[in-house]
């Protein structure tokens, strides 16, 4: 089945831990995006990637990475500069990036404990 | 001022009942407009797009509004399952990034 898969599906990272995120797409898309969902907020973008090798900060990058080394692929570090991680993070992917309609991955909860 | 603006609600209607809701956008060169649905810890998943013109999909309508910078939708014949967070999304004009609004929670009661 084509889509995107994200895991894990839920991470506990103990305070002053890195934590991955994985996110793998089979949809052939260029675009690929990381939202961070808190409650009653609308989601927020954190990195976007228009391409393979390229990408950019969102609007909350800080405390954040990621790489695009692959088309199908784009992982979202976690790092210990990030001081509220707490959320659940969204993986999602368009045919290219701005109007089209971008679809999501079932999603990943992290807990800082 | 949020670049999208939904009420909250909760909306509580019966089944069969018809439910509709706005959504408010600051950025007047937004031009791709769509509205997703959120189930409850659940990842959103698109209902439908919006188009100038408006536009239906079964018991589902959308229209635009850009005079007052507003999209809405319009459910019908309320079903059970209809019981969801409704997102409403716009493009930021000519940036390549998406703003979602807070959401529309819907519930359907029998």
């Known amino acids: 089945d084509g889509g995107i898969t994200q895991s894990p599906k839920y991470l506990f990272r103990k305070e002053g831990q890195n934590v991955t995120l994985s996110c793998e797409q089979n949809?052939?898309?260029?675009?690929m995006y990381w939202y961070r969902q808190d409650p009653g907020q609308g989601l927020r973008l954190i990195y976007y990637?228009?391409?393979?090798?390229?990408?950019q900060k969102g609007d909350i990058a800080e405390g954040y990475s990621v790489s695009r080394e692959k088309k199908e692929s784009f992982p979202l570090t976690v790092t210990s500069a990030q001081k509220n991680p707490t959320a659940f993070y969204l993986c999602?992917?368009?045919?290219?990036?701005?109007?089209?309609?971008?679809?999501f991955g079932e999603g990943s909860w992290l807990t800082v404990v | 001022r949020k670049e999208v603006e939904q009420d909250p609600g909760p909306f509580n209607v019966p089944e069969g009942a018809t439910v509709a809701f706005n959504c408010t956008y600051s950025?007047?060169?937004?031009?791709?407009f769509f509205w997703y649905r959120q189930d409850c810890r659940k990842e959103p998943k698109l209902l439908m797009s919006?188009?100038?013109s408006g536009n239906e999909d079964g018991r589902f309508t959308a229209q635009l509004n850009r005079a007052s910078q507003y999209i809405s939708l319009l459910i019908r014949d309320s079903k059970l399952s209809d019981s969801a967070t409704y997102l409403c999304?716009?493009?930021?004009?000519?940036?390549?990034?998406?703003?979602f609004g807070a959401g529309t929670t819907v519930t359907v009661r029998a």
């Open positions: 999602a992917s368009s045919i290219v990036a701005g109007r089209n309609t971008i679809y």
């Open positions: 999304v716009v493009n930021r004009g000519n940036d390549y990034k998406l703003s």
């Open positions: 949809l052939n898309h260029d675009a």
């Open positions: 990637s228009q391409i393979v090798n390229d990408f």
């Open positions: 950025n007047s060169a937004s031009q791709s």
């Open positions: 919006v188009y100038s």
